[in-house]
T-cell receptor, first 115, second 114 residues
Framework: DAGITQSPRYKITETGRQVTLMCHQT?????MFWYRQDLGHGLRLIYYSAAADITDKGEVPDGYVVSRSKTENFPLTLESATRSQTSVYYC??????????????FGPGTRLTVT | AQKVTQAQTEISVVEKEDVTLDCVYETRDTTYYLFWYKQPPSGELVFLIRRNSFDEQNEISGRYSWNFQKSTSSFNFTITASQVVDSAVYFC???????????FGAGTTVTVRA
């Protein structure tokens, strides 16, 4: 599929388990982002990546790990899931070219529930 | 640090009424970029409009218009003649200079009743 995809779309896991959320984009965009959406907070940046093998923390990185070995993939791992990580997770990408005015393109989201 | 405030949590209107969404931002950057995104009930985030800090010209695009005022750090968004399909959560977002990261407001839920 063209564009940006996320898998799984829905996930229920137990506290303490490791969970990996996948993100794949077909545009070869340089930048990729992970956000979480919680009621009353809008979207908050977890991690982002400027290119393969370059990642950096966002606003709420604790409890999450990312990697980017290939430009098109940007997986997000919850090493030991906690109930506070129950949220909807969005992956986004944008190209390096142009100014910061360029918009980000978002995936469909992954709804994660930690029991 | 950057901050975006959307003071309106929910707005409910009747179809064909105009809807104005408020957005106030804080940044220390002299160059910055403002965006509005729409999130319909299906959940996807759809880009609507953008503006850079050097361009305070207000524009209209179809039923959408925006009012950017640097003096009050506001970037308000108006939907003219609202339709039921406009029912969604609307997010205002800010990106700083040399920084592709977005800081989002908490969102405003718009409900348009037939």
């Amino acid at each position: 599929d063209a564009g940006i995809t996320q898998s799984p779309r829905y996930k229920i896991t137990e506290t303490g388990r490791q969970v990996t959320l996948m993100c794949h984009q077909t545009w070869s965009h340089s930048y990729m982002f992970w956000y979480r959406q919680d009621l009353g907070h809008g979207l908050r940046l977890i991690y982002y990546s400027a290119a393969a093998d370059i990642t950096d923390k966002g606003e709420v990185p604790d409890g999450y790990v990312v990697s980017r070995s290939k430009t098109e993939n940007f997986p997000l791992t919850l090493e030991s899931a906690t109930r506070s990580q129950t949220s909807v997770y969005y992956c986004a990408s944008r190209d390096r070219t142009g100014t910061e005015l360029g918009e980000q393109y978002f995936g469909p989201g992954t709804r994660l529930t930690v029991t | 640090a950057q901050k975006v405030t959307q003071a309106q949590t929910e707005i409910s209107v009747v179809e064909k009424e105009d809807v104005t969404l408020d957005c106030v931002y804080e940044t220390r950057d002299t160059t910055y970029y403002l965006f509005w995104y729409k999130q319909p009930p299906s959940g996807e985030l759809v880009f609507l409009i953008r503006r850079n800090s050097f361009d305070e010209q207000n524009e209209i695009s179809g039923r959408y218009s925006w009012n950017f005022q640097k003096s009050t750090s506001s970037f308000n968004f108006t939907i003219t003649a609202s339709q039921v399909v406009d029912s969604a959560v609307y997010f205002c977002a800010l990106s700083g200079e040399g920084d592709y990261k977005l800081s989002f407001g908490a969102g405003t839920t718009v409900t348009v009743r037939a």
